[in-house]
């Protein structure tokens, strides 16, 4: 069955840093997703892309995330400077209609 | 953000029993609500999902009503056996804004 990768599934970085998260969405998917889940709290949205462009983003999407379709495979969500609260579960999810596939997740901790 | 809640953060339940997982949202133009199950350090697992023009969806041992009026909906388990134990997520999205909104989750636990 297909399923949406991401890696790396850890990274350790210092504050101020740029980190990039990469995701493989489930191959004939049109819809792409970032979500996040800071510890002890909700699954929050991020961002949504669709067509090449995002078609829309939350509150947390400031000018420091950007999000990327780089070829016919991969999405990536770069955070260019790092902050503490950053830390986190990083879901990807594709989907085709409603329903979202989610990925294992990359944790993010910034030191 | 309260517009989708789950009271309960956990519910503990017999193996062979009925579980009933519930949550509540605020929002009306909700129309398309969706269960999913998560494992420690896994990705939410999409179990079903139901649209706002039915009341009831059916999948094996998992159902889900849902409640328009009352905006309530619940996801039904049975029989509970152990590997469903985990926490539960209830999502609801506006179709054409995509976003899913997520509850806070339940952890539930299926004694032997």
């Known amino acids: 069955e297909p399923e949406v990768t991401q890696t790396p599934s850890h990274q350790v970085t210092q504050m101020g840093q740029e980190v990039i998260l990469r995701c493989v969405p489930i191959?004939?998917?049109?819809?792409f997703y970032w979500y996040r889940q800071i510890l002890g709290q909700k699954v929050e949205f991020l961002v949504s892309?669709?067509?090449?462009?995002?078609?829309?983003k939350s509150e947390i999407f400031d000018d420091q995330f950007s999000v990327e379709r780089p070829d016919g495979s991969n999405f990536t969500l770069k955070i260019r400077s790092t902050k503490l609260e950053d830390s986190a579960m990083y879901f990807c999810?594709?989907?085709?209609?409603?329903?979202?596939?989610f990925g294992p997740g990359t944790r993010l901790l910034v030191l | 953000d309260q517009q989708v809640k789950q009271n309960s953060p956990s519910l503990s339940v017999q193996e062979g029993r009925i579980s009933i997982l519930n949550c509540d949202y605020t929002n009306s133009m909700f129309d398309y609500f969706l269960w999913y199950k998560k494992y420690p350090a896994e990705g939410p697992t999409f179990l079903i999902s139901?649209?706002?023009?039915?009341d009831k969806n059916e999948d094996g041992r998992f159902t889900v009503f849902l409640n328009k009026s009352a905006k309530h909906l619940s996801l039904h388990i049975v029989p509970s056996q152990p590997g469903d134990s985990a926490v539960y997520f209830c999502a609801a999205s506006v179709q054409g804004a995509q976003k899913l909104v997520f509850g806070q989750g339940t952890r539930l636990t299926i004694n032997p």
């Open positions: 999810a594709s989907g085709l209609t409603g329903t979202q596939y």
């Open positions: 892309f669709y067509n090449n462009e995002i078609s829309e």
């Open positions: 191959s004939n998917h049109l819809y």
């Open positions: 139901i649209s706002s023009i039915k």
